[in-house]
């Protein structure tokens, strides 16, 4: 192979636009895009896709940028396989978590043992129970009981997996998008976004659907919030009461993303670079990361990583209500080159990429699953 792999910009401090909060218009809730379905926004990505498999004669070469993991974190892929390969800080730094394969067992019965097994781990209720294979949080819950996760057990086939996570002690979190060049020791954060979750506040007055109907972001989004709070959408909150509407902070969820890539700091970076270097062969991917306080976050300190996400990762801050359309495809172009860039590397070290079919096979394989989750908190 006499194609050259062009790794020079793989640590630039941040992605090509980074003019994102220029000219912003005030007043905004959402941008104009954000709500587009992920075929119509990733559309640019697969002619670029076509162009650079034809130019690097590898149509699945992305799926090597991360060689350790399986389809290098693009589909299909095990939360607990890729957190197993952590070692040291960025072991410490992962939330304890239990594996764990749903049998023909009694469910009751596999509540209860998976319950006392997360004691031994550390894990008390409530904690988190999330598919074991999935993306854009589907199926993760907010577990606060035995018979509770008897239920969502219930909904998973025979054979699915689950991982059962110790709850943070903390409430921010952000993504944390993170590339290193194989031929560097030190990677770069190009992408910061906080993840908020909305909530409202109660006055003793209004029901929670009038609340959430005052509220100029929420009120565009009412299908998404009533259908995580069912039961509680025609209630009054009491005055001063802070109802969350949504557990999991996935922003197609209805959680609210914010670019804060002005908060990167040479500390941070320098937190994260000791992290991921105790994660072996991971070049490409994001982190979702929980934080006591900005202060604390600046400085790299009090980070708990909830997940870490491979090749199928997204700069999240392409979401954030004042992002601009094509600042958000020129990230993701500049994302899949990347990807291109560091798959090809792999391939000239020896290293053989994944098939086509695998890559179908996978797919298939989480969307079925995907089909039986329960419904994300």
């Known amino acids: 192979m006499n194609t050259k792999v062009d790794l020079h910009d793989l640590n630039e401090k941040a992605s090509p636009e980074a003019s994102i909060k220029a000219a912003r218009p005030p007043a905004k809730t959402t941008s104009f895009f954000e709500f587009w379905p992920?075929?119509?926004?990733?559309?640019?990505?697969?002619?670029?896709?076509?162009?650079?498999?034809?130019?690097?004669?590898?149509?699945?070469?992305?799926?090597?940028?991360?060689?350790?993991?399986?389809l290098g974190g693009m589909v299909g892929g095990s939360k607990h396989e890729l957190m197993s390969q952590a070692t040291g800080r960025c072991r410490q730094a992962i939330l304890p978590w239990l594996y764990v394969r749903v049998t023909d067992d009694c469910i009751l019965q596999q509540a209860k043992q998976c319950v006392n097994q997360a004691k031994t781990k550390g894990i008390s209720l409530p904690f988190v129970c999330k598919p074991d294979t999935g993306c854009r949080g589907a199926g993760v819950k907010l577990v606060t009981s035995q018979a509770m996760l008897a239920e969502i057990i219930a909904k998973y086939p025979i054979n699915a997996a689950f991982?059962?996570?110790?709850?943070?002690?903390?409430?921010?979190?952000?993504?944390?998008?993170?590339?290193?060049?194989?031929e560097q020791k030190q990677g770069n954060i190009v992408s910061l976004t906080f993840k908020n979750t909305?909530?409202?506040?109660?006055?003793?007055?209004?029901?929670?659907?009038?609340?959430?109907?005052?509220?100029?972001?929420?009120?565009?989004l009412l299908n998404l919030y009533h259908s995580k709070n069912k039961t509680s959408?025609?209630?009054?909150?009491?005055?001063?009461?802070?109802?969350?509407?949504?557990?999991?902070?996935?922003?197609?969820?209805?959680?609210?993303f914010c670019d804060a890539r002005e908060h990167i700091t040479p500390e941070l970076t320098l937190a994260i670079n000791a992290i991921m270097a105790d994660l072996p062969d991971f070049y490409y991917g994001r982190m979702d990361v929980k934080y006591s306080n900005l202060e604390a976050l600046k400085a790299g300190r009090d980070l708990e990583i909830v997940e870490i996400n491979g090749a199928s990762s997204e700069s999240i801050h392409i979401w954030d209500k004042d992002a601009r359309l094509w600042d958000?495809?020129?990230?993701?172009?500049?994302?899949?080159?990347?990807?291109?860039?560091?798959?090809?590397?792999?391939?000239?070290?020896?290293?053989?990429?994944?098939?086509?079919?695998?890559?179908?096979?996978?797919?298939?394989?989480?969307r079925a699953l995907t089909r039986h989750y329960p419904e994300t908190d």
Not at 163 to 182: A, N, T
Not at 199 to 205: E, L, N, P, T
Not at 244 to 256: D, K, M, N, Q, T
């Open 38 to 70: 992920t075929w119509l926004m990733y559309l640019p990505v697969v002619f670029l896709w076509l162009i650079y498999a034809v130019r690097y004669r590898s149509l699945t070469a992305p799926l090597l940028a991360n060689p350790k993991i399986t």
């Open 163 to 182: 991982v059962c996570q110790k709850l943070s002690q903390y409430e921010p979190e952000v993504g944390i998008f993170y590339i290193r060049s194989p």
């Open 198 to 220: 909305p909530s409202v506040m109660g006055d003793g007055k209004l029901t929670l659907e009038q609340l959430v109907k005052q509220d100029a972001r929420a009120s565009g």
């Open 233 to 256: 959408w025609q209630a009054v909150l009491p005055k001063g009461h802070r109802h969350r509407l949504l557990f999991s902070a996935s922003h197609c969820r209805g959680a609210v």
């Open 328 to 366: 958000a495809i020129k990230t993701l172009l500049w994302q899949y080159r990347t990807l291109f860039s560091l798959g090809v590397y792999q391939m000239r070290l020896g290293h053989k990429a994944p098939g086509v079919r695998s890559l179908y096979k996978a797919w298939r394989h989480e």
